[in-house]
């Protein structure tokens, strides 16, 4: 049996190493609590204990940064702690092997982003790696709180000054002020949350901290062509050198359908007899197969890019690089922004103004939501308040026909005097 002696600061300080050993000066106050002279010179304290029949040691502070008397305090609690059924050296085992925000974020990459389309992954996987592991990737995903979700998503909708690098290449340019991005953060609460629900089912914690995250108040943006806009944006078009990039944009207007589903488009997805569109789920948002009828003017277009596209190539508009789509068409668009005076538009502003003239042409809700492709009721609705054109002009009609038709009303003053004469 080891010797027992009170451990001191002294005791450790005279306490020599021992060539090709290290040795234990067991302390006479606390069962188990030791300190080891190490080989090399160094010191530590430690507590052997044993748990569930294994005998174990914990070495859990250095001599001189832990003076004896706190490391006795310290050895005291971990007793308590061993007698009331504790194992702190497997518990420290398993705060060490635990799964950080970083392995969840590697998992969550790899288990679920594959199930998402090409651009949505993209952007999950680049959000995460810039917004979020940057802030929480050493810490353990049962550290993760409310709180910490709270204060993430807030750091985020306040908006970073751009452009982003502190020494930007070309010295002229100036970092712009932080602008407030609140979409931006309600985008990353919905990935976090979807995260932690697949931390909770794969046991790597119990709740889930992001499940009622705070979602900032978003003003949708809309932007709706006018007749003279739509007049000029057609002739821009007309007159365009590049009339690939011009047929993509006529397309976004004709159809109401996304930049990405018209650069996407294959020629066996349209049938010219029945004037139809179908969409494959691998291409829409919703991850749905998407059937819309077309126009004669957009069936013009396919049949006019059959005899410009060489056989063989299934897209309608194929890219520079064979066997691909076409992939940008932003410089051809500001471009086109210039020359009309179109310079808070976007291309998906075309599909709102799509929805615009369907509204002002009597078509329903139901109608507009079955052709833009939404599979929530509450997106389409974002068009609810255009129909109060139509609606107004109903109103106007109803009242026209309860309007009193103007009667003669004879002056009294008048009547009396021909009365008199």
Not at 129 to 148: C, F, H, N, Q, S
Not at 246 to 254: G, H, N, S, V
Request: positive net charge; glycine residues 6%; charged residues 30%.
């Amino acid at each position: 049996m080891p010797e027992r002696i009170k451990l001191t600061e002294k005791v450790l300080r005279d306490a020599e190493p021992v060539p090709g050993r290290d040795y234990q000066i067991f302390d006479t106050d606390v069962r188990g609590f030791a300190a080891c002279i190490y080989r090399g010179g160094g010191r530590a304290f430690t507590l052997d204990y044993r748990h569930a029949g294994r005998q174990r040691r914990m070495t859990f502070g250095r001599w001189p940064e832990w003076s004896v008397s706190a490391a006795r305090e310290r050895a005291k609690e971990l007793r308590r702690e061993i007698d009331a059924g504790a194992d702190p050296l497997g518990q420290r085992e398993a705060k060490r092997e635990a799964p950080r925000v970083t392995d969840l974020i590697e998992r969550y990459c790899a288990e679920h982003l594959p199930k998402l389309s090409v651009r949505s992954a993209a952007d999950q996987r680049s959000a995460l790696a810039k917004m979020v592991a940057p802030v929480w990737g050493r810490k353990l995903v049962t550290e993760i709180t409310p709180t910490d979700v709270d204060k993430l998503l807030t750091k985020i909708a306040e908006g970073r000054a751009r452009p982003h690098k502190e020494k930007p290449n070309n010295r002229a340019r100036k970092l712009q002020g932080a602008k407030p991005t609140p979409v931006r953060a309600n985008r990353i609460g919905e990935v976090l949350r979807k995260m932690f629900t697949l931390a909770v089912q794969w046991g790597w914690c119990e709740d889930n901290p992001a499940q009622r995250f705070h979602r900032r108040t978003e003003t949708p943006r809309e932007r709706f062509l006018s007749k003279e806009e739509i007049s000029k944006l057609a002739a821009a078009l007309d007159a365009a050198e590049d009339r690939r990039a011009a047929d993509i944009i006529r397309m976004c207007m004709l159809t109401g359908a996304r930049l990405g589903e018209v650069r996407q488009a294959r020629f066996e997805q349209f049938n010219l007899e029945h004037m139809s569109w179908s969409k494959p789920p691998t291409m829409t948002k919703q991850r749905r197969a998407h059937r819309v009828p077309i126009s004669d003017e957009t069936a013009a277009i396919v049949r006019q890019r059959l005899l410009l596209v060489l056989k063989g190539s299934p897209w309608l508009f194929p890219g520079d690089t064979p066997g691909q789509p076409v992939q940008e068409v932003r410089r051809f668009w500001a471009q086109v922004q210039k020359q009309c005076g179109l310079h808070d538009v976007r291309i998906h502003d075309l599909r709102h103004t799509f929805a615009s003239l369907l509204v002002s042409g009597g078509a329903s809700l139901e109608m507009i939501g079955k052709l833009l492709g939404h599979s929530q009721m509450q997106t389409t609705l974002r068009y609810a308040h255009l129909m109060d054109s139509p609606l107004r002009a109903g109103v106007d009609a109803v009242a026209s026909a309860f309007r009193p038709k103007p009667r003669l009303v004879h002056d009294a003053d008048d009547q009396s005097g021909r009365k008199t004469a």
